[in-house]
Protein backbone atom coordinates (compact mmCIF):
# COMPACT_ATOMS: atom_id res chain seq x y z
CA UNK A 1 0.00 0.00 0.00
CA UNK A 2 1.72 3.17 -0.95
CA UNK A 3 2.75 5.86 1.83
CA UNK A 4 0.52 8.28 2.58
CA UNK A 5 2.07 11.73 2.54
CA UNK A 6 1.97 14.29 5.46
CA UNK A 7 1.57 18.38 5.54
CA UNK A 8 2.71 19.75 8.66
CA UNK A 9 1.27 23.21 9.21
CA UNK A 10 2.67 25.71 11.36
CA UNK A 11 2.29 28.78 12.86
CA UNK A 12 4.79 31.17 15.10
CA UNK A 13 3.56 32.58 18.32
CA UNK A 14 -0.54 31.90 17.82
CA UNK A 15 -1.86 30.94 21.06
CA UNK A 16 -4.94 28.40 21.71
CA UNK A 17 -8.45 31.10 21.55
CA UNK A 18 -7.27 32.76 18.18
CA UNK A 19 -9.61 30.28 16.34
CA UNK A 20 -13.21 31.02 15.46
CA UNK A 21 -13.93 27.53 15.73
CA UNK A 22 -13.00 27.05 19.02
CA UNK A 23 -15.07 29.96 20.24
CA UNK A 24 -13.79 32.98 19.40
CA UNK A 25 -16.61 35.10 17.69
CA UNK A 26 -14.56 37.97 17.23
CA UNK A 27 -11.36 36.60 14.52
CA UNK A 28 -12.02 35.23 11.00
CA UNK A 29 -10.33 31.35 10.71
CA UNK A 30 -12.54 30.10 7.91
CA UNK A 31 -9.91 27.37 7.01
CA UNK A 32 -8.94 26.81 10.52
CA UNK A 33 -12.34 26.22 10.84
CA UNK A 34 -12.83 24.07 8.20
CA UNK A 35 -9.40 21.81 9.61
CA UNK A 36 -11.62 21.78 12.56
CA UNK A 37 -14.53 20.30 11.27
CA UNK A 38 -13.32 17.56 8.72
CA UNK A 39 -10.50 16.28 11.25
CA UNK A 40 -9.51 16.41 15.42
CA UNK A 41 -8.70 19.56 17.62
CA UNK A 42 -6.60 19.01 20.85
CA UNK A 43 -7.82 21.57 22.72
CA UNK A 44 -5.54 20.86 25.59
CA UNK A 45 -2.07 21.52 24.01
CA UNK A 46 1.65 22.50 25.35
CA UNK A 47 4.25 23.87 24.64
CA UNK A 48 7.06 22.42 27.22
CA UNK A 49 9.44 25.26 26.67
CA UNK A 50 7.40 28.33 24.77
CA UNK A 51 9.89 29.65 22.61
CA UNK A 52 10.79 29.44 18.99
CA UNK A 53 14.23 27.24 19.27
CA UNK A 54 13.10 24.43 21.57
CA UNK A 55 9.92 24.14 20.21
CA UNK A 56 10.93 23.61 16.76
CA UNK A 57 13.81 21.17 18.10
CA UNK A 58 11.17 19.18 19.65
CA UNK A 59 9.72 18.62 16.78
CA UNK A 60 12.28 17.63 14.69
CA UNK A 61 13.24 15.35 17.45
CA UNK A 62 10.60 14.24 19.78
CA UNK A 63 12.54 15.40 22.31
CA UNK A 64 11.09 17.85 25.70
CA UNK A 65 13.30 20.87 25.77
CA UNK A 66 14.25 19.45 29.63
CA UNK A 67 15.50 15.93 27.96
CA UNK A 68 17.51 17.84 25.31
CA UNK A 69 18.33 20.69 27.45
CA UNK A 70 17.65 23.00 24.76
CA UNK A 71 15.16 25.67 26.50
CA UNK A 72 16.19 28.60 25.25
CA UNK A 73 16.91 30.17 21.54
CA UNK A 74 20.75 30.23 22.50
CA UNK A 75 21.82 26.99 20.31
CA UNK A 76 20.18 24.28 19.47
CA UNK A 77 23.32 22.95 17.34
CA UNK A 78 25.22 20.48 19.19
CA UNK A 79 21.84 17.99 20.01
CA UNK A 80 20.72 18.88 15.94
CA UNK A 81 23.95 17.48 14.94
CA UNK A 82 23.97 14.43 16.96
CA UNK A 83 20.49 13.75 15.99
CA UNK A 84 21.16 14.05 12.32
CA UNK A 85 24.51 11.89 12.25
CA UNK A 86 22.14 9.15 14.44
CA UNK A 87 19.01 9.98 11.55
CA UNK A 88 16.87 10.54 14.32
CA UNK A 89 15.59 13.94 13.53
CA UNK A 90 12.13 13.81 12.05
CA UNK A 91 12.86 15.00 8.09
CA UNK A 92 15.83 12.18 8.29
CA UNK A 93 13.84 9.48 9.33
CA UNK A 94 11.24 10.24 6.45
CA UNK A 95 13.91 10.97 3.90
CA UNK A 96 15.61 7.38 4.94
CA UNK A 97 12.11 5.83 4.54
CA UNK A 98 11.54 6.85 0.87
CA UNK A 99 9.99 10.53 0.76
CA UNK A 100 10.38 13.83 -0.43
CA UNK A 101 11.23 15.95 2.24
CA UNK A 102 10.71 19.60 1.89
CA UNK A 103 11.00 22.63 4.03
CA UNK A 104 9.01 25.85 2.66
CA UNK A 105 9.76 28.69 5.60
CA UNK A 106 10.97 29.87 8.83
CA UNK A 107 12.85 26.97 10.52
CA UNK A 108 15.08 28.67 12.92
CA UNK A 109 17.83 26.78 12.49
CA UNK A 110 21.59 26.89 13.27
CA UNK A 111 23.25 27.37 11.36
CA UNK A 112 20.66 28.92 9.35
CA UNK A 113 21.15 26.74 6.30
CA UNK A 114 21.81 23.67 8.02
CA UNK A 115 18.83 20.79 6.75
CA UNK A 116 19.07 18.86 9.44
CA UNK A 117 17.77 15.84 7.32
CA UNK A 118 15.52 17.88 4.86
CA UNK A 119 16.07 17.46 1.40
CA UNK A 120 15.07 21.08 0.13
CA UNK A 121 14.49 24.10 2.67
CA UNK A 122 13.59 27.87 1.51
CA UNK A 123 13.70 30.49 3.94
CA UNK A 124 12.69 33.75 4.97
CA UNK A 125 16.07 34.34 4.59
CA UNK A 126 15.60 33.93 0.81
CA UNK A 127 12.29 35.86 0.69
CA UNK A 128 14.42 38.69 2.01
CA UNK A 129 17.02 38.07 -0.46
CA UNK A 130 14.68 38.00 -3.26
CA UNK A 131 13.10 41.39 -2.27
CA UNK A 132 16.30 43.09 -2.12
CA UNK A 133 16.78 42.86 -6.05
CA UNK A 134 13.50 44.22 -6.56
CA UNK A 135 13.12 47.05 -3.91
CA UNK A 136 12.09 49.11 -6.57
CA UNK A 137 8.88 47.82 -6.46
CA UNK A 138 8.57 46.35 -3.26
CA UNK A 139 10.25 46.79 0.30
CA UNK A 140 8.79 44.46 3.41
CA UNK A 141 9.47 45.48 6.48
CA UNK A 142 11.51 48.77 6.07
CA UNK A 143 8.84 50.44 8.96
CA UNK A 144 11.97 50.17 11.83
CA UNK A 145 9.26 47.77 14.01
CA UNK A 146 11.24 45.47 15.48
CA UNK A 147 11.18 41.14 15.92
CA UNK A 148 10.11 41.99 19.17
CA UNK A 149 8.02 45.06 19.63
CA UNK A 150 3.88 44.90 20.16
CA UNK A 151 3.23 47.97 18.93
CA UNK A 152 1.45 47.52 15.60
CA UNK A 153 2.33 48.99 12.46
CA UNK A 154 0.89 48.26 8.83
CA UNK A 155 2.99 46.39 6.55
CA UNK A 156 4.69 48.36 3.91
CA UNK A 157 4.58 46.00 1.12
CA UNK A 158 1.03 44.78 -0.54
CA UNK A 159 -0.78 40.95 -0.40
CA UNK A 160 0.66 39.65 -2.93
CA UNK A 161 4.55 40.92 -2.32
CA UNK A 162 4.00 39.66 1.83
CA UNK A 163 6.18 37.46 3.70
CA UNK A 164 2.71 35.34 4.11
CA UNK A 165 2.05 35.29 0.80
CA UNK A 166 5.50 33.92 0.00
CA UNK A 167 5.54 31.17 2.14
CA UNK A 168 2.18 29.73 0.60
CA UNK A 169 3.90 30.40 -2.90
CA UNK A 170 6.67 28.15 -2.25
CA UNK A 171 4.50 25.28 -0.55
CA UNK A 172 2.32 25.31 -3.96
CA UNK A 173 5.24 24.98 -5.97
CA UNK A 174 6.62 22.33 -4.49
CA UNK A 175 3.45 20.80 -4.36
CA UNK A 176 3.17 21.61 -8.39
CA UNK A 177 7.00 20.49 -9.10
CA UNK A 178 7.41 17.66 -6.52
CA UNK A 179 8.48 13.95 -7.41
CA UNK A 180 4.95 12.62 -7.97
CA UNK A 181 6.75 8.97 -7.35
CA UNK A 182 7.54 9.35 -3.83
CA UNK A 183 5.26 10.27 -0.92
CA UNK A 184 6.19 13.62 0.30
CA UNK A 185 6.38 15.32 3.95
CA UNK A 186 6.03 18.97 3.88
CA UNK A 187 6.17 21.56 6.63
CA UNK A 188 4.87 24.93 5.60
CA UNK A 189 6.29 27.05 8.20
CA UNK A 190 4.71 30.71 8.91
CA UNK A 191 6.49 33.31 10.16
CA UNK A 192 3.67 34.79 11.86
CA UNK A 193 1.45 36.35 13.55
CA UNK A 194 5.24 36.24 15.61
CA UNK A 195 5.84 40.07 15.91
CA UNK A 196 6.05 42.70 14.23
CA UNK A 197 2.63 42.48 14.13
CA UNK A 198 2.43 44.28 10.62
CA UNK A 199 -0.80 42.89 8.95
CA UNK A 200 -0.99 44.11 5.25
CA UNK A 201 -3.37 46.90 5.06
CA UNK A 202 -6.64 44.85 3.82
CA UNK A 203 -6.58 42.85 6.83
CA UNK A 204 -6.25 45.35 8.95
CA UNK A 205 -9.23 47.02 7.57
CA UNK A 206 -11.25 43.72 8.14
CA UNK A 207 -11.19 44.00 12.01
CA UNK A 208 -11.89 47.91 11.37
CA UNK A 209 -15.62 47.74 13.18
CA UNK A 210 -14.74 44.53 15.38
CA UNK A 211 -14.22 45.06 19.17
CA UNK A 212 -11.15 43.01 20.51
CA UNK A 213 -11.60 40.69 23.40
CA UNK A 214 -9.99 42.54 26.85
CA UNK A 215 -6.76 41.67 28.35
CA UNK A 216 -7.25 38.75 30.81
CA UNK A 217 -6.45 39.99 35.03
CA UNK A 218 -6.51 38.09 37.83
CA UNK A 219 -6.59 38.56 41.79
CA UNK A 220 -3.06 38.03 41.60
CA UNK A 221 -2.43 40.92 38.48
CA UNK A 222 -4.97 43.18 38.59
CA UNK A 223 -2.73 45.96 39.68
CA UNK A 224 1.16 45.68 37.55
CA UNK A 225 2.86 47.16 40.92
CA UNK A 226 1.56 44.57 43.07
CA UNK A 227 1.33 41.52 40.49
CA UNK A 228 4.93 39.15 40.77
CA UNK A 229 7.54 41.21 39.20
CA UNK A 230 9.55 38.13 38.67
CA UNK A 231 7.04 36.84 35.33
CA UNK A 232 6.97 40.32 34.11
CA UNK A 233 10.73 40.59 33.69
CA UNK A 234 11.19 38.86 29.82
CA UNK A 235 8.32 41.78 28.89
CA UNK A 236 9.58 44.53 30.38
CA UNK A 237 13.15 43.44 28.77
CA UNK A 238 11.33 43.05 25.21
CA UNK A 239 8.23 45.04 24.86
CA UNK A 240 6.64 48.34 25.97
CA UNK A 241 3.38 46.70 26.54
CA UNK A 242 3.05 47.29 30.08
CA UNK A 243 2.81 50.90 29.23
CA UNK A 244 -0.01 50.72 26.67
CA UNK A 245 -3.60 51.61 27.76
CA UNK A 246 -6.33 49.64 26.88
CA UNK A 247 -6.84 51.49 23.61
CA UNK A 248 -3.01 50.62 22.72
CA UNK A 249 -3.94 47.12 23.78
CA UNK A 250 -6.66 46.91 21.26
CA UNK A 251 -5.22 47.94 18.22
CA UNK A 252 -2.07 45.33 19.16
CA UNK A 253 -4.86 42.85 19.33
CA UNK A 254 -6.44 43.64 16.02
CA UNK A 255 -2.88 43.70 14.09
CA UNK A 256 -2.17 40.33 15.74
CA UNK A 257 -5.59 38.78 14.83
CA UNK A 258 -5.49 40.57 10.98
CA UNK A 259 -1.96 38.50 10.79
CA UNK A 260 -3.52 35.32 11.63
CA UNK A 261 -6.27 36.17 9.37
CA UNK A 262 -4.05 36.43 6.49
CA UNK A 263 -2.35 33.21 7.19
CA UNK A 264 -5.90 31.30 6.97
CA UNK A 265 -6.96 32.86 4.12
CA UNK A 266 -3.45 31.94 2.57
CA UNK A 267 -4.65 27.86 3.47
CA UNK A 268 -7.31 28.29 1.47
CA UNK A 269 -5.54 28.64 -1.23
CA UNK A 270 -2.86 25.79 0.17
CA UNK A 271 -5.97 23.62 0.13
CA UNK A 272 -6.91 24.56 -3.26
CA UNK A 273 -3.72 23.08 -4.41
CA UNK A 274 -4.34 20.25 -2.68
CA UNK A 275 -7.50 20.00 -4.25
CA UNK A 276 -6.72 20.32 -7.73
CA UNK A 277 -3.77 17.89 -7.65
CA UNK A 278 -5.98 15.28 -5.86
CA UNK A 279 -4.23 14.91 -2.34
CA UNK A 280 -6.81 15.44 -0.25
CA UNK A 281 -7.17 11.55 -0.42
CA UNK A 282 -4.03 10.59 0.61
CA UNK A 283 -2.62 13.13 2.88
CA UNK A 284 -2.49 13.50 6.48
CA UNK A 285 -2.53 17.78 7.09
CA UNK A 286 -1.87 18.49 11.06
CA UNK A 287 -1.58 22.54 12.26
CA UNK A 288 -0.08 23.72 14.89
CA UNK A 289 2.30 26.68 16.41
CA UNK A 290 5.49 26.78 18.16
CA UNK A 291 3.92 28.73 20.80
CA UNK A 292 1.75 31.28 22.33
CA UNK A 293 1.75 35.38 22.89
CA UNK A 294 0.33 36.56 26.59
CA UNK A 295 -1.53 39.63 24.77
CA UNK A 296 -1.21 41.72 27.28
CA UNK A 297 -3.06 39.15 30.08
CA UNK A 298 -1.92 39.79 33.68
CA UNK A 299 0.32 42.83 31.91
CA UNK A 300 2.29 40.54 30.04
CA UNK A 301 3.36 39.59 26.71
CA UNK A 302 5.72 37.75 24.52
CA UNK A 303 6.44 33.78 25.58
CA UNK A 304 8.45 31.84 27.50
CA UNK A 305 6.29 31.62 30.50
CA UNK A 306 3.92 28.76 30.89
CA UNK A 307 0.32 30.82 31.07
CA UNK A 308 -1.92 29.61 29.02
CA UNK A 309 -1.62 32.78 26.92
CA UNK A 310 1.87 31.97 26.20
CA UNK A 311 2.39 27.72 26.69
CA UNK A 312 -1.27 26.76 25.39
CA UNK A 313 -1.16 26.30 22.11
CA UNK A 314 -3.68 25.34 19.05
CA UNK A 315 -3.45 21.23 17.41
CA UNK A 316 -5.70 19.88 14.54
CA UNK A 317 -5.22 16.70 13.01
CA UNK A 318 -7.06 16.11 9.56
CA UNK A 319 -6.77 12.51 7.91
CA UNK A 320 -7.00 11.95 4.50
CA UNK A 321 -10.41 12.10 2.86
CA UNK A 322 -12.43 9.25 3.00
CA UNK A 323 -10.66 7.01 5.28
CA UNK A 324 -13.98 6.95 7.87
CA UNK A 325 -11.64 8.31 10.24
CA UNK A 326 -14.82 10.35 12.46
CA UNK A 327 -14.15 14.14 12.10
CA UNK A 328 -15.26 17.64 13.64
CA UNK A 329 -14.09 16.29 17.22
CA UNK A 330 -12.77 17.68 20.10
CA UNK A 331 -10.48 15.79 22.42
CA UNK A 332 -9.87 17.34 25.97
CA UNK A 333 -6.71 14.71 27.04
CA UNK A 334 -3.26 16.66 27.69
CA UNK A 335 -0.94 17.02 24.40
CA UNK A 336 2.15 18.12 23.75
CA UNK A 337 4.41 19.72 21.09
CA UNK A 338 6.96 16.10 22.11
CA UNK A 339 3.46 14.53 20.44
CA UNK A 340 4.47 15.46 16.84
CA UNK A 341 6.99 13.40 16.12
CA UNK A 342 5.70 9.90 17.20
CA UNK A 343 2.31 10.93 15.13
CA UNK A 344 4.39 11.93 12.42
CA UNK A 345 6.06 8.70 12.21
CA UNK A 346 3.06 6.80 12.74
CA UNK A 347 1.74 8.24 10.28
CA UNK A 348 4.48 6.96 7.73
CA UNK A 349 4.53 3.91 9.19
CA UNK A 350 7.72 4.32 10.31
CA UNK A 351 8.46 2.16 13.79
CA UNK A 352 9.36 4.78 17.14
CA UNK A 353 12.77 5.32 18.02
CA UNK A 354 13.33 3.87 21.57
CA UNK A 355 13.11 6.30 24.21
CA UNK A 356 10.48 8.98 24.00
CA UNK A 357 8.01 10.36 26.13
CA UNK A 358 5.85 11.48 23.42
CA UNK A 359 2.46 10.30 22.28
CA UNK A 360 1.39 8.64 19.04
CA UNK A 361 -1.86 11.36 18.55
CA UNK A 362 -3.53 9.11 15.82
CA UNK A 363 -5.81 7.20 18.65
CA UNK A 364 -6.82 10.03 21.18
CA UNK A 365 -8.20 7.71 23.71
CA UNK A 366 -5.21 6.15 23.99
CA UNK A 367 -3.23 9.38 25.04
CA UNK A 368 -2.92 8.45 29.32
CA UNK A 369 -5.63 10.08 31.11
CA UNK A 370 -2.78 10.94 34.66
CA UNK A 371 -0.36 12.24 32.30
CA UNK A 372 1.78 15.13 33.74
CA UNK A 373 3.21 18.17 32.17
CA UNK A 374 6.39 19.27 33.03
CA UNK A 375 7.87 22.48 31.61
CA UNK A 376 11.04 24.74 31.73
CA UNK A 377 11.83 27.79 30.04
CA UNK A 378 15.28 29.44 30.14
CA UNK A 379 15.92 27.36 33.29
CA UNK A 380 14.01 30.08 34.77
CA UNK A 381 10.69 29.43 34.29
CA UNK A 382 8.84 26.59 35.05
CA UNK A 383 5.34 24.64 35.52
CA UNK A 384 4.33 21.49 36.77
CA UNK A 385 0.63 20.66 35.71
CA UNK A 386 -1.46 16.92 36.70
CA UNK A 387 -5.52 16.92 36.64
CA UNK A 388 -5.39 20.43 35.58
CA UNK A 389 -4.04 21.65 38.35
CA UNK A 390 -1.01 24.18 37.75
CA UNK A 391 1.67 25.27 39.56
CA UNK A 392 3.69 27.70 37.75
CA UNK A 393 7.17 29.20 39.42
CA UNK A 394 9.89 31.76 38.51
CA UNK A 395 13.66 31.74 39.84
CA UNK A 396 13.05 35.44 39.17
CA UNK A 397 12.14 37.15 42.56
CA UNK A 398 11.20 33.36 43.62
CA UNK A 399 7.51 34.25 42.71
CA UNK A 400 4.65 30.45 42.92
CA UNK A 401 1.17 30.51 41.57
CA UNK A 402 -1.27 27.96 41.69
CA UNK A 403 -4.49 27.42 39.31
CA UNK A 404 -7.38 24.49 38.88
CA UNK A 405 -7.85 25.33 35.26
CA UNK A 406 -11.01 23.37 35.18
CA UNK A 407 -12.76 26.05 37.03
CA UNK A 408 -10.50 28.89 36.23
CA UNK A 409 -9.62 28.21 33.08
CA UNK A 410 -7.53 31.67 32.34
CA UNK A 411 -5.51 31.66 35.39
CA UNK A 412 -7.57 34.61 37.60
CA UNK A 413 -7.44 32.85 41.24
CA UNK A 414 -4.32 32.37 42.35
CA UNK A 415 -4.88 29.38 45.16
CA UNK A 416 -1.00 29.34 46.75
CA UNK A 417 -2.23 30.93 49.54
CA UNK A 418 -5.47 29.39 50.00
CA UNK A 419 -5.11 26.90 53.29
CA UNK A 420 -7.22 23.97 50.95
CA UNK A 421 -4.99 23.97 48.54
CA UNK A 422 -1.31 23.80 50.50
CA UNK A 423 -1.25 20.23 50.53
CA UNK A 424 -1.59 19.81 46.45
CA UNK A 425 0.40 22.87 46.27
CA UNK A 426 3.33 21.08 48.37
CA UNK A 427 2.67 17.70 46.42
CA UNK A 428 3.09 19.78 43.08
CA UNK A 429 5.92 21.39 43.69
CA UNK A 430 7.74 18.30 45.40
CA UNK A 431 6.96 16.87 41.81
CA UNK A 432 8.52 19.97 40.47
CA UNK A 433 12.02 19.71 42.40
CA UNK A 434 12.49 16.19 41.95
CA UNK A 435 11.86 16.48 37.91
CA UNK A 436 14.28 19.46 38.06
CA UNK A 437 16.66 17.68 39.69
CA UNK A 438 16.82 14.66 37.15
CA UNK A 439 16.90 17.21 34.46
CA UNK A 440 18.29 20.68 35.45
CA UNK A 441 20.36 20.07 38.33
CA UNK A 442 22.62 23.06 37.97
CA UNK A 443 19.77 25.50 38.83
CA UNK A 444 19.44 23.78 42.37
CA UNK A 445 21.04 24.32 45.55
CA UNK A 446 21.54 21.72 48.38
CA UNK A 447 19.72 22.87 52.21
CA UNK A 448 21.96 21.61 54.75
CA UNK A 449 19.84 20.36 57.54
CA UNK A 450 20.21 17.84 60.43
CA UNK A 451 18.32 15.15 58.95
CA UNK A 452 20.35 15.47 55.97
CA UNK A 453 19.84 17.69 53.01
CA UNK A 454 17.53 19.16 50.59
CA UNK A 455 17.28 21.42 47.50
CA UNK A 456 15.59 24.18 46.25
CA UNK A 457 15.94 26.84 43.40
CA UNK A 458 18.77 29.06 43.02
CA UNK A 459 16.84 32.89 42.31
CA UNK A 460 17.63 35.87 41.33
CA UNK A 461 15.94 39.20 41.91
CA UNK A 462 12.88 40.26 40.76
CA UNK A 463 12.55 43.83 38.42
CA UNK A 464 12.43 46.68 41.18
CA UNK A 465 9.69 47.89 39.18
CA UNK A 466 7.97 47.89 36.43
CA UNK A 467 10.03 47.92 33.30
CA UNK A 468 13.31 48.13 35.46
CA UNK A 469 15.39 45.69 33.33
CA UNK A 470 18.98 45.80 31.95
CA UNK A 471 20.23 45.51 28.31
CA UNK A 472 16.58 46.36 26.89
CA UNK A 473 16.25 44.13 23.55
CA UNK A 474 13.69 44.40 21.02
CA UNK A 475 14.36 42.52 18.23
CA UNK A 476 16.25 44.71 15.86
CA UNK A 477 17.55 42.95 12.49
CA UNK A 478 18.24 44.54 8.97
CA UNK A 479 20.44 42.69 6.81
CA UNK A 480 22.14 39.90 8.69
CA UNK A 481 21.31 37.28 6.82
CA UNK A 482 23.48 34.60 9.03
CA UNK A 483 20.36 34.40 11.35
CA UNK A 484 16.62 32.81 9.71
CA UNK A 485 14.51 35.45 12.04
CA UNK A 486 12.80 37.52 9.72
CA UNK A 487 9.17 37.86 10.54
Not at 104 to 123: D, N, S, V
Not at 405 to 426: F, H, N, R
Not at 431 to 439: F, G, R, S
Not at 447 to 475: H, L, N, Q
Request: proline share 7%.
Amino acid sequence: MPQDNILLITTDQQRFDTINAWGNTSIFTPHLNYMAAMGTSFCSCYACCPICVPSRTTIMTGRHGYESGVVSNATHETQMRRQTRLRRTLPALLTDAGYQTCAKGKMHFEPARACYGFEQMTLPLDYMRQYDKKAENARPKVHGIGECEMEPVISTVDVKDSITTWITDQSIDFLETRDTTRPFFLWTSFTKPHPPFDPCRDFWSLYENIPMPAPVYGDWSRELEKAPQGFLAGAYENTNMHLFGPEQIAATRRAYYACITQIDYELGRLFGALRENDLFRNTWILFTSDHGEMLGDHHMSQKNLFFEGSAHVPLILVPPAGRGIPHNLTVDSLAEIADIYPTILEMAGIPLPEGLTGHSLLDPAALPADRIFYGDSLHTNFCVMQNRIKLVYTTCGDHLLLFNLKEDPMEQKDLSGDPAWQEKKQELFALLLAHVKETAPQVLEEIPSGAGSSCRFKTTPAPRFPGDMPGRWFGFHYHDYSVDTFH
